[in-house]
Nanobody
Framework: QVQLVESGGGLVQAGGSLRLSCAASGGTFSGDAMGWFRQAPGLEREFVGAIAGSGSLPQYADSVKGRFIVSRENAKNTVYLQMNSLKPEDTAVYYC????????????????WGQGTQVTVSS
């Protein structure tokens, strides 16, 4: 059974940084893309960033490009989201996901999801 467990969320002031981690278990994932989505209150879940199994070809939403970095350690089945220059509009529950079958930017493409971790950015 595949499980994804996120950690690293919390409260941070605008301009600050946080690093989220997501550990996957129940399989071998070095060949699978891993990604991050987020959902703010009252809004739909949106794509943040994702990275291929090889660690190459990261993709990002325009809203986070240049501020967020997705990376992974296949030996640990772990994907990271380094978030810099955080803004109040980055406040959301952040979800880790794995194994897409289709477009990375569509949440319906992804097969497995974590429970989410809250990130709150104060102004």
């Amino acid at each position: 059974q595949v499980q994804l467990v996120e950690s690293g969320g919390g409260l941070v002031q605008a301009g600050g940084s946080l690093r989220l981690s997501c550990a996957a278990s129940g399989g071998t994932f070095s060949g699978d893309a891993m990604g991050w989505f987020r959902q703010a209150p009252g809004l739909e879940r949106e794509f943040v960033g994702a990275i291929a199994g090889s660690g190459s070809l990261p993709q990002y939403a325009d809203s986070v490009k240049g501020r967020f970095i997705v990376s992974r350690e296949n030996a640990k089945n772990t994907v990271y989201l380094q978030m810099n220059s955080l803004k109040p509009e980055d406040t959301a529950v952040y979800y880790c996901t794995i194994s897409p079958r289709g477009s990375w930017i569509l949440d319906v493409s992804w097969r497995y999801w974590g429970q989410g971790t809250q990130v709150t950015v104060s102004s």
